[in-house]
């Protein structure tokens, strides 16, 4: 014996097309659409934007130093761990490396032009061979 057809849903949707999901069990209309079940599906609305808020740190968390190697490798130490605890989202993770690697970066120029500037010194305030 087979099963009856599934109907779908009697309600147009925003764009005037017909709604193609199914129907519910003794209704014309789908979950979506149900008068009857508005408050359910607000409810799942609500549970559903609480589930997929972005986990930051609070925001009195302290700054933190960010000059050197030895301060990033700090900083992306402590943000691995948070992301283990659950206690930001890997998204902000991301973030947070993509940073450190534009910081390395900057740091890493800035002590070459400050290498170069010496040795431009150097080179100008030497003598003249004789």
């Given at each position: 014996?087979?099963?009856a057809p599934?109907?779908?849903?009697?309600?147009?949707?925003r764009?005037?097309?017909a709604?193609q999901?199914?129907?519910?069990?003794g209704s014309?209309?789908?979950?979506f659409?149900?008068?009857?079940?508005a408050?359910?599906?607000r409810?799942a609305?609500s549970r559903?934007?609480?589930?997929?808020?972005?986990?930051?740190?609070?925001?009195?968390?302290?700054?933190?130093?960010?000059e050197?190697?030895?301060?990033?490798?700090?900083?992306?130490?402590?943000t691995?761990n948070q992301?283990?605890?659950?206690?930001?989202?890997?998204?902000?993770?991301?973030?947070?490396g993509?940073?450190?690697?534009?910081?390395?970066?900057?740091?890493?120029?800035r002590?070459?032009?400050?290498r170069?500037?010496?040795?431009?010194?150097?080179?100008?305030?030497?003598?003249?061979?004789e």
């Amino acid at each position: 014996m087979k099963p009856a057809p599934q109907k779908s849903c009697a309600a147009t949707k925003r764009n005037g097309e017909a709604c193609q999901a199914a129907a519910l069990p003794g209704s014309r209309f789908c979950f979506f659409h149900s008068p009857g079940h508005a408050d359910a599906r607000r409810e799942a609305q609500s549970r559903g934007g609480l589930a997929n808020k972005m986990a930051t740190l609070p925001a009195d968390a302290p700054d933190v130093k960010v000059e050197d190697g030895g301060d990033v490798v700090k900083l992306l130490s402590a943000t691995i761990n948070q992301v283990r605890r659950g206690e930001i989202d890997p998204r902000v993770a991301n973030a947070v490396g993509y940073l450190s690697n534009i910081a390395l970066a900057a740091t890493d120029r800035r002590e070459l032009e400050s290498r170069i500037a010496e040795l431009e010194s150097l080179v100008k305030n030497r003598r003249p061979a004789e």
